[in-house]
C-alpha cells in the first residue's frame, strides 16, 4: 500500500475516534457541569493524546513481538503490554488534571475504577491498532506475493519465447542453405525476409503486446520465406476477416502453429495450408489447417510438432481463463483453433 494511502487510514481512523468522542454532544445526551470550563472538552484532549501514545506504541512493537520463535509468546506479551500502557497512562492522567487543569483534590481520589476503565480504553485501542496494522500488512504482503508471480510469469514467458528463437533460426537458416547450395537467385530474397523477420523479433517483439497488423506482417514474411522452396505458388491460404484498428496480440504467439503446419503439412495439395485470422469485436479467432505428411509406414506423422506444450503454457500465463485452444486430429488433416477473448 502507498503510504498516501496509510496515511489515510490512520487519518480517517483518527477523525472516526474524535466524532465518537462528541457523539454525546452531538445528540444532547452530556451534562451541563462538563460542559463549564471546557472540562469536556479538556477530557477529550488528554484522552486523545494518551490514545495515540498507546495505539503508535502497539502498532510499532506488534510486528516485532510477531518474529518471536514461539508464538505462544504473543498473547502472554500483549496482555503485559496492556497493564504496563495502563500504569503509565493513569499517573499521567492523575497530574495532567492536577496540575494543568487545576481539578479540586476532592475530584482526584484514586479509585480502582479508573484503573479499570484505563485499561479498558487501553485493551480497546491496541485491538484498533493491531487490527490496522495487520491488516496494512497484510495488504502489502499479498501485493508484493502478486509482483512476485507477475515478475516469475514474466520470466516464464521470456523463456518460453525465447525457446522458439532458436527453433525458428535454425529451419529457416537450413532453407536459405538450401537455396544457397542450389545456386537459386531466389536466395538474396530469402536473406532480405530474413533480415526482415529479424527486426521484428529483436526490436519490435521486446515488449508484452504489439499490434496485430505488425504480427499479421511477421507471419507473411515467414509464409513468403517458406514458400521460396515450394513449388506450388497457391499452397497457402491467408486471410484476415474483420479491423486490425487497434487490436493488440501477444507477439510471436502465432508463429508456432503456422511453423509445424509447414514442418509437418503434405506438400501434394492446393491450398495446402489454409490459416484464417477473425478479429470479431470480443474475440480473436486464429485457425490453422493443413493436410498430414504420412511417414514410410503409412501412418500419419505426429504433427503436434516442436513446442506446444509451451505455447498452451504461454497462453496460459499471458490469457489466463480468456482463451481457449481446440486441436482436430483426423486421418487427412490437423487443425488448430484459438480463441483469445478481448
Same mark, same amino acid.
Given at each position: 500500500?502507498?503510504?498516501?494511502?496509510?496515511?489515510?487510514?490512520?487519518?480517517?481512523?483518527?477523525?472516526?475516534?474524535?466524532?465518537?468522542?462528541?457523539?454525546?454532544?452531538?445528540?444532547?445526551?452530556?451534562?451541563?457541569?462538563?460542559?463549564?470550563?471546557?472540562?469536556?472538552?479538556?477530557?477529550?484532549?488528554?484522552?486523545?493524546?494518551?490514545?495515540?501514545?498507546?495505539?503508535?506504541?502497539?502498532?510499532?512493537?506488534?510486528?516485532?513481538?510477531?518474529?518471536?520463535?514461539?508464538?505462544?509468546?504473543?498473547?502472554?506479551?500483549?496482555?503485559?503490554?496492556? *497493564?504496563?500502557?495502563?500504569?503509565?497512562?493513569?499517573?499521567?492522567?492523575?497530574?495532567?488534571?492536577?496540575?494543568?487543569?487545576?481539578?479540586?483534590?476532592?475530584?482526584?481520589?484514586?479509585?480502582?475504577?479508573?484503573?479499570?476503565?484505563?485499561?479498558?480504553?487501553?485493551?480497546?485501542?491496541?485491538?484498533?491498532?493491531?487490527?490496522?496494522?495487520?491488516?496494512?500488512?497484510?495488504?502489502?504482503?499479498?501485493?508484493?506475493?502478486?509482483?512476485?508471480?507477475?515478475?516469475?510469469?514474466?520470466?516464464?514467458?521470456?523463456?518460453?519465447?525465447?525457446?522458439?528463437?532458436?527453433?525458428?533460426? *535454425?529451419?529457416?537458416?537450413?532453407?536459405?542453405?538450401?537455396?544457397?547450395?542450389?545456386?537459386?537467385?531466389?536466395?538474396?530474397?530469402?536473406?532480405?525476409?530474413?533480415?526482415?523477420?529479424?527486426?521484428?523479433?529483436?526490436?519490435?517483439?521486446?515488449?508484452?503486446?504489439?499490434?496485430?497488423?505488425?504480427?499479421?506482417?511477421?507471419?507473411?514474411?515467414?509464409?513468403?520465406?517458406?514458400?521460396?522452396?515450394?513449388?506450388?505458388?497457391?499452397?497457402?491460404?491467408?486471410?484476415? *476477416?474483420?479491423?486490425?484498428?487497434?487490436?493488440?496480440?501477444?507477439?510471436?504467439?502465432?508463429?508456432?502453429?503456422?511453423?509445424?503446419?509447414?514442418?509437418?503439412?503434405?506438400?501434394?495439395?492446393?491450398?495446402?495450408?489454409?490459416?484464417?485470422?477473425?478479429?470479431?469485436?470480443?474475440?480473436?479467432?486464429?485457425?490453422?489447417?493443413?493436410?498430414?505428411?504420412?511417414?514410410?509406414?503409412?501412418?500419419?506423422?505426429?504433427?503436434?510438432?516442436?513446442?506446444?506444450?509451451?505455447?498452451?503454457?504461454?497462453?496460459?500465463?499471458?490469457?489466463?481463463?480468456?482463451?481457449?485452444?481446440?486441436?482436430?486430429?483426423?486421418?487427412?488433416?490437423?487443425?488448430?483453433?484459438?480463441?483469445?477473448?478481448?
Amino acid at each position: 500500500m502507498k503510504n498516501k494511502y496509510k496515511i489515510l487510514v490512520h487519518v480517517l481512523f483518527w477523525i472516526y475516534m474524535l466524532n465518537q468522542a462528541f457523539f454525546p454532544v452531538y445528540i444532547n445526551r452530556i451534562d451541563t457541569k462538563y460542559l463549564q470550563d471546557y472540562i469536556y472538552l479538556k477530557d477529550i484532549f488528554i484522552t486523545t493524546f494518551f490514545n495515540i501514545f498507546v495505539f503508535y506504541t502497539v502498532y510499532f512493537i506488534i510486528p516485532n513481538v510477531l518474529k518471536f520463535s514461539r508464538k505462544w509468546y504473543v498473547f502472554p506479551f500483549i496482555i503485559v503490554l496492556a *497493564f504496563v500502557l495502563s500504569a503509565i497512562r493513569l499517573p499521567l492522567e492523575i497530574a495532567y488534571w492536577k496540575y494543568l487543569v487545576k481539578l479540586p483534590a476532592s475530584e482526584l481520589q484514586f479509585q480502582y475504577e479508573w484503573f479499570w476503565a484505563t485499561l479498558k480504553y487501553t485493551v480497546i485501542i491496541s485491538i484498533y491498532a493491531m487490527l490496522i496494522r495487520f491488516s496494512i500488512d497484510w495488504f502489502d504482503s499479498q501485493k508484493y506475493k502478486d509482483e512476485l508471480i507477475k515478475e516469475r510469469q514474466a520470466g516464464e514467458i521470456a523463456l518460453l519465447r525465447s525457446q522458439v528463437n532458436p527453433h525458428f533460426l *535454425f529451419n529457416t537458416l537450413n532453407n536459405i542453405y538450401s537455396l544457397v547450395y542450389n545456386k537459386s537467385d531466389e536466395a538474396p530474397e530469402a536473406v532480405m525476409k530474413l533480415s526482415s523477420i529479424m527486426r521484428y523479433m529483436l526490436y519490435d517483439s521486446n515488449t508484452d503486446f504489439v499490434a496485430v497488423n505488425k504480427e499479421v506482417e511477421y507471419l507473411n514474411s515467414f509464409i513468403e520465406l517458406q514458400q521460396l522452396r515450394i513449388t506450388q505458388k497457391g499452397f497457402v491460404e491467408i486471410k484476415v *476477416f474483420g479491423s486490425m484498428e487497434n487490436r493488440t496480440i501477444a507477439p510471436m504467439l502465432l508463429i508456432p502453429f503456422v511453423e509445424n503446419a509447414f514442418k509437418h503439412g503434405e506438400k501434394n495439395h492446393e491450398p495446402g495450408i489454409i490459416i484464417h485470422l477473425n478479429l470479431e469485436t470480443e474475440k480473436l479467432i486464429f485457425t490453422v489447417e493443413n493436410y498430414i505428411k504420412r511417414n514410410p509406414t503409412g501412418t500419419n506423422e505426429e504433427s503436434g510438432g516442436f513446442g506446444l506444450q509451451n505455447i498452451k503454457r504461454r497462453l496460459g500465463l499471458l490469457y489466463p481463463d480468456k482463451h481457449e485452444l481446440k486441436i482436430n486430429l483426423t486421418e487427412e488433416k490437423y487443425k488448430i483453433e484459438l480463441t483469445i477473448l478481448n
